[in-house]
């Protein structure tokens, strides 16, 4: 999930990633790089259809040559705010539905 929020400072990206921990049975080591595998390959395929996509990920030090968790993190934020028009652009133009109201 991408949302684009604005507050007194500007605006800014939050994202939210499902991990579902099926590569924790692979041993530690692959159970990391499964992840990390996956979790870029998920993202690259949300991003798709962004026509700024290829800039922005140009625009920051490549995933593949980023060790731990916090440059990792810090690579999909990169190219979040590469999208930063395009993402803001479409949380304008699509609201997703409320949940319906119980009024039991």
């Given at each position: ?20 921990g099926t ?60 999208l930063g ?20």
């Open positions: 999930m991408v949302i684009r929020l604005q507050d007194q400072h500007g605006s800014y990206t939050k994202t939210k990633l499902l991990d579902f590569s924790l049975f692979a041993g530690k080591e692959a159970s990391e790089s499964r992840h990390w595998r996956i979790v870029y390959k998920t993202f690259t395929q949300i991003i798709e259809p962004f026509k700024s996509k290829d800039r922005a990920m140009d625009q920051t030090v490549p995933f593949a040559t980023r060790e731990g968790t916090l440059l990792r993190c810090a690579y999909f934020k990169d190219v979040l705010d590469g028009v395009e993402v803001g652009t479409i949380r304008q133009v699509y609201h997703p539905p409320s949940p319906p109201i119980n009024e039991e």
